[in-house]
C-alpha cells in the first residue's frame, strides 16, 4: 500500500495525520524502533541472552520483520469478553489452530492468546511464529462481574509449551490492583529468568475515572502513568489503548478531593490536545521509548474497521510507538478479510514515507 492510498483511506484527516509535526516532546529524545532495537536499547539492560535472543524471534517474524516494528495478533477475547460474544460472528475461532493460522497467515510477528490456545497448538507451531501466552484474565462468570485479572497458569508453563514471551493485565486503579502489581511483578521476573520477553497490557480501570460525561479511562496523562508503572516492573512491550482525551488528574482533583500528582507542564508543554501528541506522551512515559509502546486496535465497528486501524496505525508510528496489537476487527470477519486489516496495519510501518512526526 502507498502513501497514498493511507491518505485516501484516511480521507479527510489525511493532511491532519500525515502532515503534523510535534512541538510537544522532541522526536530526538526518543529512542525510536529501528532494525538494531535488541542492540542498541535491550542489549544494554539486565536482560540475559535467552531474552535478546527471544526478543529478536519477536522483531524477526513477519511482514515486519527486521524492521523494530510489531505487529500481533491478540486473541484472548475468549475468557475476557467470552468466547460466545467474541465468536459468534465467526465460529471458525473457537478452534484454537484457526486463531494462530490468522496471525500466520497474516503477517504478523507473533499471536497473542491464552494458555490453552497455545498449549493445543503447540508442538504444530510454536517454531513457526513465536507465541505470547497470556497468564492470566478476567473471567465473566463470577456475578455480579467484577474487574479483577486472576492468574490462570504459571510462567514455566509458559516456558514449556515453548513462548517467546509472556503477556499479562494489570487494572491499573482499580481496588485490585495493588495484589496484580506484586503478581504480575514477580512473573516477569521469572520469565526473565527463564529466557522469554514481557509484554503488559496497562489499562486503567475504576468508575470514578468516568466523570462528568467523559471517560478518563482513555486519559494521555493516566494511561502514560500506568505505562510508567508497567515499565518499572521490567515490561519489555507495553500494551495501551490509543490516548483519546487528557487532564484525567485534573478532572479527579476537584471538591477538596487530592488524587495523585500533577505539573500543569503535563498539559502545557508535554502534550497538546492532536492525538499523534497525546499518544506521544505514553511513549515518553514507557522510557522514552526503550519499552516499545503498542496500541490496541479496539473493539470492532464493522465498515470502518480498516480505516480506523490505518488511523491508528499512523498515529502510533508518527508518536514513536513500535505497532499495533489488533484483534478484534481481524477475526470478528472472514479470514480473507482479517488478513487484509492486518497486512494494512502492517504497510503502514513499511511506508518509510510515513515518518516521525
Known sequence: ?????????????????????????????????????????????NRNPQVLRNLEALFGKGRLANTGFLSILPIDQGIEHSAGASFA??????????????AFEGGCNAVATTYGVLAMMSRKYAHKIPFVVKINHNELLTYPNKADQIMFGTVEDAWNLGAAAVGATIYFGSENSSRQIIEVAQAFTRAHELG?????????????????????????????QANHLGVTIQADIIKQKLAENNGGYKALNTGGSTYGKLDEKIYTELTSDHPIDLCRYQV?????????????????????????????????????????????KAFQKPLKDGIEILNAIQDVYLDKSIDIA
Open 1 to 45: 500500500m502507498s502513501k497514498r492510498n493511507i491518505s485516501e483511506i484516511l480521507g479527510q484527516d489525511a493532511d491532519y495525520l500525515l502532515s503534523h509535526k510535534s512541538k510537544t516532546i522532541a522526536k530526538d529524545q526518543l529512542h525510536l524502533p529501528g532494525p538494531d532495537m535488541v542492540d542498541r536499547v535491550f542489549a544494554q539492560s
Open 89 to 102: 460472528k465467526n465460529p471458525i475461532y473457537f478452534d484454537p489452530e484457526n486463531i494462530v493460522k490468522l
Open 196 to 224: 522469554m520477553a514481557t509484554i503488559l497490557w496497562c489499562y486503567t480501570r475504576n468508575s470514578a475515572f468516568k466523570k462528568d460525561g467523559k471517560d478518563y479511562h482513555v486519559s494521555a496523562d493516566l494511561t502514560g
Open 284 to 328: 515518553a512515559n514507557c522510557y522514552m521509548g526503550r519499552a516499545g509502546l503498542i496500541n490496541s486496535g479496539g473493539e470492532s465497528k464493522g465498515a470502518s474497521d480498516l480505516a480506523d486501524a490505518v488511523r491508528t496505525a499512523v498515529i502510533n508510528k508518527r508518536a514513536g510507538g513500535m505497532g499495533l496489537i489488533s484483534g478484534r
